[in-house]
């Protein structure tokens, strides 16, 4: 019986200590991973790996990507490394096997790159270095950079440089340095002019717009420009202002940027003047087109896209989207508002339906851009990302125009292309007909003082059409033009003068009748006040005769 207890009590004992053991097992665990021992032992485990790799692979690695910022704008870095490496790749020592062509300034020539997985070696102050250009798959993971358009789900392409690491401090200090600063000159050297448009990605919003270009080959310069030599030069002196103001932008802590607006009629030379502009400042153009463009993100984008020494263009912007509708939107229901509190109901319940209509119509339109959207895309914070930048508006009708969007810091210089002057002329006829006197100059002066004729106009009259035609023939033909032109506009303005007066004798004719009806209507009151008048004397006669009688 004592025994059968005693092993009861020792079972007992046993079971108490495995649960107290147990418990601070617990403890200590949870302990330990408090501790994170864990990441400790990675951390430890991570650094003997490096070490080890260290030791068996004495190389680093630098990386350069085609695109900074989560793929919002190309990379320089990107950019000056593959015009570095051209050099390295036309030799034939640089072991490059395949190769990508693009074509050069020269057309007989091209410029050649390195393909995908080719490694190119090069040396600096005696150490060598590897190059390899690569290409790795978009993430499809829908993250942030989705959104920002075909180039974020584009392939993406990489440069890596290789050295070992004793020469570490002379490629990081010196020789990325160098390749950068070489680079920049080669892309001088190589550059092409470009004319970019943007493009529609075909409505859908999984396909962006995005620019396409062609090279800039248009001829026109200011040396061929028909305008007068005064303003022209001073347009020309605001240019090169700009191009040379890069520490005065700085310095005032302004973008660098500036806006020129070109308007005036059809014809006169816009369209020339922006050419004229890219030529003299050896800068790219970018058009764009507003109506493909689907919303204000999209026009960011575009223009974070567009590098610097470039002149982006905006022509016939009165005409490219309604940018005050809006404010129109207001103007309207106020009006239908007036109209319903001056009775008018009914006048005012259409408008409004109309207005109504109207908005419908304008949330179909594919283009959602907004004055706000261009505002900020002229002088918002964004448009300080890059710099030597002109924007440039045209129109053909400036009072159409928000104030706000053509107001100085925005579009700081006007420019009025207007009609051809006879200095303009003068110029036109040296450049086309190489003469600077002729007996018919007067004629023709005589002749613009009174006609509107535009420089377009002037110059094909005085290009020669046939074998036969001289300097005398082509004047002869301007000053026919001109004086047909001439009898128009006096036709016209007969036309308007005699439509003048006619309404003139019609509002003459109603002041008149007016005048005459009321004349008619005062001599009937007149008469009838007479009359009213005489019966009442008659009434007073007559109570006086009463009054006697009753006496």
């Avoid at 005696?126 to 920002?148: E, K, N, Q």
Wanted: charge should be negative; proline fraction near 3%; aromatic fraction near 8%.
């Amino acid at each position: 019986m004592e025994s059968s207890a005693s092993s009861l009590w020792s079972g007992v004992n046993s079971g108490i200590v495995l649960s107290l053991l147990a418990v601070v097992w617990t403890m200590l665990w949870q302990g330990i991973q408090g501790l994170q021992l864990q990441n400790l032992f990675s951390r430890h485990s991570r650094r003997l790996s490096r070490r080890l790799a260290a030791t068996l692979d004495p190389y680093l690695t630098v990386t350069i990507a085609e695109y900074d910022g989560g793929r919002m704008r190309p990379s320089d870095a990107y950019k000056e490394a593959q015009a570095y490496l051209q050099r390295a790749t036309r030799g034939a020592g640089g072991g490059v096997r395949h190769l990508k062509a693009e074509p050069d300034r020269d057309p007989d020539r091209l410029v050649l790159s390195m393909d995908d997985n080719e490694e190119v070696a090069d040396e600096f102050r005696g150490a060598t270095v590897w190059w390899l250009a690569y290409t790795s798959a978009p993430r499809d993971d829908g993250g942030p950079g989705y959104f920002w358009g075909r180039a974020s789900r584009a392939e993406r392409r990489f440069y890596r440089l290789a050295f070992l690491e004793r020469d570490r401090d002379l490629v990081l200090a010196e020789y990325l340095p160098h390749v950068r600063r070489q680079g920049r000159a080669v892309m001088v050297m190589n550059r092409q002019r470009k004319l970019f448009t943007n493009i529609s990605g075909g409505g859908g919003w999984d396909s962006d717009g995005s620019w396409s270009h062609v090279v800039f080959e248009h001829p026109k310069t200011f040396a061929t420009l028909a305008m007068d030599p005064a303003k022209k030069k001073e347009i020309m002196d605001d240019l090169d202002a700009f191009r040379d103001a890069k520490d005065y932008y700085a310095r005032v802590g302004k973008a660098w940027k500036r806006g020129y607006l070109l308007y005036g009629p059809p014809g006169t030379g816009k369209s020339t003047m922006i050419a004229a502009m890219a030529n003299h400042l050896d800068y790219d153009v970018y058009d764009i087109e507003l109506t493909s463009v689907r919303t204000n993100t999209d026009l960011r984008r575009l223009f974070i896209e567009t590098t610097s020494k470039s002149i982006i263009v905006i022509e016939d912007i009165d005409c490219s989207l309604d940018l005050t509708g809006k404010r129109k939107k207001k103007k309207k229901k106020a009006a239908a508002d007036d109209a319903n509190k001056d009775g008018e109901k009914k006048d005012g319940a259409a408008a409004a339906a109309a207005a109504k209509a109207e908005e419908k119509v304008e949330e179909k339109s594919t283009s959602k851009v907004t004055l706000s959207g261009v505002l900020n895309f002229i002088d918002g914070l964004w448009s300080a990302c890059g710099g030597e930048r002109i924007i440039v508006f045209t129109t053909n009708h400036v009072e159409k125009l928000d104030p706000a969007l053509i107001r100085r810091g925005r579009m700081d210089k006007h420019i009025e292309m207007s009609y051809c002057c006879f200095e303009s002329f003068r110029f036109l006829a040296k450049v086309y007909l190489d003469v600077e006197a002729h007996e018919l100059f007067d004629d023709v002066a005589a002749l613009l003082r009174e006609v509107e004729m535009t420089p377009a106009d002037v110059a094909e009259n005085l290009t020669p059409k046939g074998p036969g035609e001289d300097a005398d023939s082509c004047l002869a033909v301007l000053v026919e033009a001109l004086q047909k032109a001439k009898e128009k506009a006096l036709a016209k303005k007969a036309k308007e003068e005699a439509a003048l007066a006619k309404k003139k004798a019609k509002r003459k004719a109603k002041e008149e009748a007016a005048k005459e009806a009321g004349g008619k209507a005062k001599e009937a009151g007149e008469k009838a006040a007479e009359e009213a008048a005489g019966e009442a004397d008659d009434d007073d006669d007559d109570e006086e005769e009463e009054e006697e009688e009753d006496e």
